[in-house]
């Protein structure tokens, strides 16, 4: 059950868990997303910097970033498979231009990246003030109030969503609008995005939707098309946030195989509690053996 996670988090009647699911296929990469979200939450600009490799404005998720589009340029020959990100000028790409005959044709990746809200949330089991906490819709959300800068979190996020403002300290990153949730309302970056790249919902419905459009798209000839993040046995226990990629994650920044940072901290903590009981056994028989 999708609610499990709330209920273990000590919410008594939970209502079903909700999430993304982010279709990339159909994204176009018109930012409406960032812009929706950083006017909801009042987000302070970052900079809007170019890379100078790319339409992308904003680089990376981050305190001030709780939406990214990420823009992939790809030189991907006709009928093959893509040989990788490539240096284009994309004011050309734009124009058509890019590409010479018989060098195959040019396509953007497009993928609204946004904090995964993991089933297993590291970021969750490191905070030592309780400034994360798992609301009843399963989400993972940071209060501001009582976060007091220690970073913890930031190094347990398998994902690099979680970032500290600069000047300030604390932790920030999306909490699916939860304030919007409360009140019936669909999150901000969904309601927004004008193609339903972007589909907020409950997730197991999310899961059925997207399985059925990785066998539509697949039915059509795009073999390349696969789910990041929708597989409740993977290394997060699946994400409250998840992906229909057309390549492989790496491509679109993401880690191919995440894992909960701290998945091995219960085994480390009873070694550590066996070798502290082992030395203390050593120092009583070493005192009890001295002469008197």
């Known amino acids: 059950m999708t609610d499990d996670i ?12 909700v999430g993304f699911f982010t279709d990339t296929s159909v994204c176009i990469g018109c930012k409406a997303c960032e812009v ?11 900079g809007l910097e170019l890379t100078g490799m ?4 904003t680089q990376a998720l981050g305190a001030d970033t709780w939406r990214h589009v990420a823009f992939v ?3 991907r020959p006709l009928g093959g498979a893509a040989s990788g990100a490539v240096d284009v000028d994309v004011f050309d790409a734009a124009r058509g ?12 990746l497009m993928s609204s990246d946004v904090c995964k809200h993991c089933t297993r949330a590291a970021c969750l089991d490191v905070c030592p003030t309780g400034s994360l906490f798992r609301t009843e819709f399963g989400t993972v959300v940071v209060q501001e109030d009582i976060c007091n800068g220690c970073g913890y979190c930031v190094t347990a996020c398998p994902y690099g969503v979680i970032d500290q403002r600069p000047g300030d300290g604390r932790a920030w990153k999306c909490t699916l609008c939860y304030d919007r949730l409360g009140v019936g309302m669909e999150p901000a970056c969904a309601k927004a995005c004008p193609t339903d790249s972007i589909q907020f919902g409950p997730l197991e419905e999310l899961r059925e939707r997207a399985a059925d459009r990785v066998a539509r798209l697949h039915a059509a000839g795009v073999d390349d098309a696969r789910l990041y993040g929708a597989d409740p046995e993977d290394g997060v226990g699946g994400d409250g946030a998840f992906f229909l990629l057309l390549d492989e994650p790496e491509v679109y920044g993401l880690p191919p195989d995440p894992v909960v940072t701290t998945r091995d901290l219960p ?10 009981a082992s030395l203390a056994a050593l120092v009583v028989v070493s005192f009890a053996g001295r002469p008197r």
């Open 97 to 108: 231009l890019a590409t010479s005959p018989g060098s195959g044709e040019l396509r953007w």
């Open 267 to 276: 085994a480390m903590w009873r070694h550590a509690a066996a070798a502290a």
């Open 36 to 46: 929706a979200c950083k006017e909801w939450n009042a987000i302070p600009e970052d």
């Open 73 to 75: 340029e790809q030189r």
């Open 6 to 17: 709330a209920r273990a988090a000590g919410h008594t009647d939970p209502p079903p868990r």
């Open 54 to 57: 790319s339409y992308d404005n």
